[in-house]
């Protein structure tokens, strides 16, 4: 709808994890080394993490589009299998026939796994989501890594999941299994503006954008705040605000739509949204009325008796004392006299009330003097 208008061949934000679109950050190549590295010396299980939405799976179908014919690839994107499920799904991606027990299912698997380790072939099991995986299937997974050589494994096995993924390996029944993991690593959000703009113009370059400069820099700053840097909310805010600049005839995509689209899809930073709630707080207003302000002046500024004032402190002879003004001695005049009337209360009753001292000794402690 909108791509005609911002002088686009195809849609830049889709939400599909098209491997067209992928941006590789730091973190996103230290996944592909690890996972080539992996997979090419037969590591065995490569485990990969990535908060919601940063691009695991985008990254995975990247690798499985450039393998060789060599690399036999099973790709489970559905975790909620039982073990029946799970190796019928194996077998069937791996091209195992003629089984009927799961003893029958493993021989021949095993079969197909050390002819072609033999022959040099790689054969790769992915598992995405696998957060979603229960105890039992992974505890079959821990079995299908004993499938090995006595330089190598037969199987690489990639599980990729939601940082509770961690959780989930880290249940001590499943230790084992853990501690066959060879290779960890994770896939981190954008870590700032810079890197956000980057990734919105790569996006809109691979769509064959005629300009680059869609989004205005104040835009930027505001997706990636709201966004927090994790690529699907990028690609939902943007993919929004196209269409939105679209309807309102803007060439330029500037923050106030970016806050209109936030708003609309709950993606205001807190800090925002709770303005946009009207919960914006005033500064804190005074707690002391003038006379006890000038109180507490009086008493800090005497450092230390509340029966001391400045105006007992020794001048040196021939030095002149400093000239007040009017303002200030009348300022001067109505502490002193607070203060003394403030020392006839507490006689009174000096046990229910902190003493003066006690008072301008915590008040300078406090460092209210200097902010008055």
């Known amino acids: 709808m909108y791509r005609e208008f911002y002088g686009l061949q195809d849609l830049p934000f889709a939400l599909t994890p098209d491997p067209r679109f992928i ?16 997979i090419e010396m037969g590591k065995g299980l490569i485990v990969v ?16 589009q450039r393998l060789e014919r060599t690399v036999l690839v099973a790709y489970i994107f559905n975790p909620r299998l ?3 499920e799970f190796y019928q799904h194996v077998t069937t991606l791996l091209d195992v026939q003629q089984w009927e027990t799961k003893s029958e299912l493993l021989i021949a698997l095993g079969r197909t796994l050390e002819s ?39 199987l690489q096995i990639v599980l990729t999941g939601q940082p509770e993924l961690r959780a989930v390996l880290n249940n001590p029944d ?26 919105i113009f790569a996006r809109l370059l691979v769509a064959g954008a005629e300009r680059t400069n869609i989004f205005s820099p104040g835009a930027i700053d505001f997706i990636f ?19 939105t600049g679209y309807a ?21 930073p807190r800090a925002d949204r709770g303005r946009q709630m009207g919960e914006e707080r005033e500064a804190p207003a005074r707690i002391f009325t003038a006379a006890g302000r000038a109180e507490l002046w009086s008493t800090g500024a005497g450092g230390g008796s509340g029966s001391q004032s400045s105006q007992q402190m020794p001048v040196n002879p021939g030095t002149a004392a400093p000239t007040e003004t009017s303002s200030a001695q009348s300022t001067a ?13 507490e006689k009174q009753d000096e046990f229910s009330t902190p003493s003066t001292e006690e008072v301008g000794a915590a008040f300078r402690r406090s460092g209210l003097l200097r902010n008055m």
């Open 333 to 345: 005049t109505a502490a002193t006299a607070a203060v003394a009337e403030k020392q006839t209360v």
């Open 225 to 243: 705040r709201c966004s927090e840097g994790i690529p699907r909310n990028i690609n939902n805010l943007c993919d929004n605000a196209l269409l």
């Open 116 to 154: 072609r380790h033999a022959r040099g072939l790689r054969t790769v099991l992915i598992v995405d989501e696998a957060q979603g995986l229960t105890p039992h299937v992974l505890e079959e997974i821990r079995l299908l890594s004993n499938f090995e050589s006595d330089a190598a494994k037969q």
């Open 82 to 84: 039982t073990v029946p």
């Open 248 to 268: 309102a005839g803007e060439p330029v995509i500037g923050r106030a739509i970016i806050e209109e689209v936030a708003e609309t899809f709950d993606m205001l």
């Open 23 to 38: 941006y590789f950050t730091p973190s996103h190549k230290e996944v592909m080394a690890n996972l080539h590295y992996g």
């Open 49 to 64: 993490t990535g908060e919601v939405g940063t691009g695991k799976t985008t990254v995975l179908r990247w690798m499985m």
């Open 174 to 199: 499943l230790r084992q299994l853990k501690q066959r993991i060879a290779l960890r690593c994770e896939i981190k959000p954008l870590p700032n503006v810079e890197e956000t703009g980057h990734y």
